[in-house]
């Protein structure tokens, strides 16, 4: 600090309390300024990395595409909505408390280390998967489905009569 300005001195760029003393090391490494000390506690924040996001460089989700680029570390937002694309609508949106927020958990189906749907089991759905319909191909019955002027695949169904499927 006592030859570079503190270029995170506002409290929409990172709080002090995250880099004590304004030790800078504390993310940042002497020999290259932009690559990471890999030293910061991102598990003390709300937002703990897990997973891919683990693998992530810091100004994936710090660091704006504006130009000039603008650095936020505060009031980031922490759904995985915010920074993914959400391809089923309000679907699995939870309407009742303690959730009952609209917002989805995309970790009932989806890994943390990757997108596959490794998590999900369609024995805890309304339509368990027996006989013939075990061997189908998931894309056979949830089919893309033009909802509120957007398409999503349909996974939540409204019928499980036979004659829905099998006319």
């Given at each position: 600090?006592?030859?570079?300005?503190?270029?995170?001195?506002?409290?929409?760029?990172?709080?002090?309390?995250?880099?004590?003393?304004?030790?800078?090391?504390?993310?940042?490494?002497?020999?290259?300024?932009?690559?990471?000390?890999?030293?910061?506690?991102?598990?003390?924040?709300?937002?703990?990395?897990?997973?891919?996001?683990?693998?992530?460089d810091c100004r994936?989700?710090?660091?704006?595409?504006?130009?000039?680029?603008?650095?936020?570390?505060?009031?980031?937002?922490?759904?995985?909505?915010?920074?993914?694309?959400?391809?089923?609508?309000?679907?699995?949106?939870?309407?009742?408390?303690?959730?009952?927020?609209?917002?989805?958990?995309?970790?009932?189906?989806?890994?943390?280390?990757?997108?596959?749907?490794?998590?999900?089991?369609?024995?805890?759905?309304r339509f368990k998967?027996?006989?013939?319909?075990?061997?189908?191909?998931?894309?056979?019955?949830?089919?893309?489905?033009?909802?509120?002027?957007?398409?999503?695949?349909?996974?939540?169904?409204?019928?499980?009569?036979?004659?829905?499927?099998?006319?």
């Amino acid at each position: 600090m006592d030859c570079h300005d503190d270029v995170h001195k506002t409290a929409s760029e990172i709080d002090v309390k995250w880099y004590p003393n304004q030790d800078c090391q504390t993310c940042h490494l002497t020999e290259s300024w932009s690559a990471s000390s890999g030293k910061f506690e991102h598990s003390k924040t709300k937002f703990q990395l897990k997973g891919k996001h683990q693998q992530q460089d810091c100004r994936a989700c710090h660091l704006s595409d504006d130009e000039p680029p603008k650095r936020t570390f505060a009031g980031l937002p922490n759904t995985c909505a915010d920074c993914h694309e959400h391809g089923h609508g309000n679907q699995f949106a939870s309407p009742l408390p303690p959730k009952g927020d609209g917002l989805t958990d995309c970790t009932r189906c989806h890994s943390l280390d990757g997108w596959a749907m490794t998590d999900f089991d369609h024995d805890k759905t309304r339509f368990k998967l027996e006989g013939k319909h075990a061997e189908t191909a998931c894309q056979k019955c949830h089919l893309p489905t033009v909802v509120d002027g957007s398409t999503v695949v349909l996974y939540r169904m409204e019928s499980f009569e036979c004659v829905v499927c099998h006319k």
